[in-house]
């Protein structure tokens, strides 16, 4: 049996519910790191492009790159500013396409996605300079939110497993700390993203090189 990658349906370039409750969080994250500095950020599972367009119009030099060629395409017309390239996170050429090392990666719920995760971390650690920072989001799952779910009966909801793709590993702050720390990675810091402490939607972790 082969498997064949299914591509997401993108309309637009528009920001979608998710972008609304991490945007502004990573954001946050990168200006905290980085301050007012023009370093060079490699959105890899860019989508739509709103993400690196967004950070891009805030003066950072940014690419971004994903599988989906028709995410590629609404990407580069809608965010004609950012230079965005079709490519996989398994691809040994995903550093030729980008060209030279970055300083930061950022990598937001894709993961989950993934049949082999350890990639992203590993192909992220090659292509960030010394002391680079790797920021990656998933979907939270921690106690108490498991405990809600299951107080309600959500999973079935939760998971949807009535469409193709969609989310195949599920990360807490342990697994995904040990798999960037696997690849190279140190320091993992943690931040929550969407409604409130023990319930969030994502959690968000960076960790540097």
Known sequence: ???VDTEYAWNDGLPTCAHEYLLPAVQDIVQTLYKSECVK???IGCGNGHVASTMAKSGYSVIGVDASRSGIE??????PNVQF???SVYDDELIDAVGDQVECVISLEVVEHLFYPRKLFEQSYRLLKSNGYLIISTPFHGYLKNLALSLVNGWDSHFSVGWDGGHIKFF???TLAQM???AGFKSPRF?????????W???IMVVQK
């Open 180 to 182: 960037a720390r696997d």
């Open 191 to 199: 931040r929550g993203a969407g409604r409130f402490p023990g319930l």
């Open 1 to 3: 049996m082969t498997i």
């Open 85 to 87: 390239k079709v490519c």
């Open 172 to 174: 807490s702050k342990s």
């Open 74 to 79: 609404i990407a580069r017309s809608a965010h």
């Open 201 to 203: 939607k994502s959690l």
């Open 41 to 43: 950020i490699l959105d």
